[in-house]
């Protein structure tokens, strides 16, 4: 029995100006060295040609969501021999040193970003994910969850839609069902949506209710902090039964993701700030102590909320220090051997 690839999203377009031949297949879980797929002989198991991905390679590592080219081998483990070209993702700085910037989830259509009526509520680190979500090139709608532990919630989706944007926002309960229909434009067959969330705000439950049955293993959250842990253990991409037959990608390492490159994406988030930007007197102005400035125009007038700006400056140093993170923990490190010698010379001195 042969599968048919456009069901989880493939389309011609992926090989669009590409030279390479081989078996294109998807990437459905992250396992280390190696790799669950589908392609059209279904359900197979790759690893990377090492003299492609290594060895100086320029070549894409895969990720969750990634379309591939595989040598298919029937009696063994596939070959993956090249990474098609992305339509979105996600990326962080790779954890390797000298390899920059690491995907951990591609080819989505939709970003939901989840936050639940609980302690997790939290409007700047809600502000973080538009902006990653933005960035991504995929469309985000913000999903809050556990609406059925909440006596009033009213006030808290005022605040979301504030800075949603164009963004859609929903509560929703996994319990009862609250909600999950509004969903229903984004779960179509051939889509695929990727969870952005912290761990306890119920990514697990959501996917469970909207595919009817317990794909997924939920765990209680502490009753402390309404926190939870971890339920996923690696990247993956899961199809949800008929009649939605749409795809979800859920991935440990969401949470961690650092503003890597959100130009695109603070620009649709901060859009009503970054519009004063070409009226200021001077085009290098910093906003600071420079005349005629708009933003400080702006800020004096109220039209411009002072807590909207300082959000605005903390993303953009985020970012900053996530460009340069690795040559600021070169520094900060090499400081800390100075000072550690120093006081070892000093040490040494004062015994004799």
Same mark, same amino acid.
């Given at each position: 029995?042969?599968?048919n690839?456009?069901?989880?999203?493939?389309?011609?377009?992926f090989l669009?100006?590409?030279e390479?031949? $081989?078996?294109?297949?998807?990437v459905i879980a992250?396992?280390r060295?190696?790799f669950?797929?589908?392609?059209?002989?279904?359900?197979?198991?790759g690893r990377?040609?090492?003299?492609?991905?290594f060895?100086?390679?320029?070549?894409?590592?895969?990720?969750? $969501?990634?379309?591939?080219l595989?040598?298919?081998?029937?009696n063994?483990d596939?070959r993956?021999?090249?990474?098609l070209p =992305?339509?979105t993702?996600?990326s962080r700085?790779? %954890?390797?040193p000298g =390899?920059g910037e690491?995907?951990?989830?591609?080819?989505f259509?939709?970003v939901f970003?989840?936050?639940?009526?609980n302690?997790d509520?939290?409007l700047?680190?809600?502000?973080?994910?538009?902006?990653?979500a933005?960035q991504?090139?995929?469309? %985000?709608a913000?999903?809050l969850t556990?609406a059925?532990l909440?006596?009033?919630?009213?006030?808290q989706?005022r /605040?979301v839609r504030?800075?949603?944007k164009?963004?859609?926002v929903?509560?929703v309960?996994?319990?009862?069902?609250?909600?999950?229909?509004?969903?229903?434009d984004?779960?179509k067959?051939?889509?695929t949506?990727?969870f952005?969330?912290?761990?306890?705000?119920?990514?697990?439950?959501?996917?469970?209710a909207?595919?009817?049955e %317990?794909l997924?293993v939920?765990k209680?959250i502490?009753?402390d902090?309404? =926190?939870?842990?971890h339920?996923t253990t690696?990247?993956?991409?899961?199809?949800l039964?008929p %009649?939605?037959?749409?795809m979800?990608i859920?991935?440990p390492?969401m949470?961690?993701l650092?503003?890597w &490159?959100v130009?695109e994406?603070?620009?649709?988030?901060?859009?009503d700030?970054?519009?004063?930007f $070409?009226q200021c007197a001077f085009s290098?102005?910093r906003?600071?102590?420079?005349?005629?400035?708009?933003?400080k125009s702006?800020l004096e007038?109220?039209?411009l909320?002072?807590?909207?700006?300082?959000?605005y400056l903390k993303?953009?140093?985020?970012a900053?220090?996530? &460009?340069?993170?690795? /040559?600021?923990?070169r520094? =900060?490190?090499?400081?800390s051997?100075?000072?550690e010698?120093?006081?070892?010379?000093n040490?040494?001195?004062k015994r004799?």
């Open positions: 029995m042969k599968f690839l456009t069901d989880y999203g493939f389309t011609p377009a669009l100006a590409e390479a031949t $081989g078996t294109p297949a998807r992250v396992h060295e190696r669950e797929l589908i392609c059209e002989y279904g359900n197979v198991s990377l040609k090492s003299s492609v991905y060895n100086q390679s320029s070549e894409e590592f895969p990720t969750a $969501g990634d379309f591939v595989i040598d298919y081998n029937q063994g596939s993956i021999i090249k990474t =992305r339509k993702f996600f700085r790779d %954890p390797t =390899r690491q995907a951990v989830a591609a080819n259509d939709y970003i989840m936050q639940s009526f302690r509520f939290n700047k680190r809600l502000e973080r994910y538009l902006t990653i933005w991504s090139g995929a469309l %985000p913000v999903i556990k059925d909440a006596d009033d919630y009213g006030e989706v /605040e504030k800075i949603a164009s963004a859609g929903y509560a309960s996994a319990v009862t069902g609250q909600g999950l229909n509004e969903l229903a984004y779960l067959p051939k889509k949506l990727v952005l969330g912290s761990s306890g705000v119920g990514k697990s439950s959501l996917v469970n909207l595919a009817g %317990p997924m939920v209680a502490r009753e902090d309404s =926190r939870g842990r339920t690696h990247r993956e991409l899961i199809m039964p %009649p939605l037959e749409c979800i859920d991935t390492g949470r961690e650092g503003l &490159e130009s994406g603070l620009e649709e988030m901060f859009g700030i970054e519009q004063y $070409g290098d102005c906003h600071e102590s420079e005349p005629n400035c708009a933003i702006a007038s109220g039209e909320s002072r807590e909207r700006w300082e959000s993303l953009k140093r985020d900053s220090f996530s &460009e340069d993170k690795a /040559e600021y923990l520094k =900060r490190s090499a400081e051997q100075k000072l010698m120093w006081w070892r010379k040490k040494s001195d004799r």
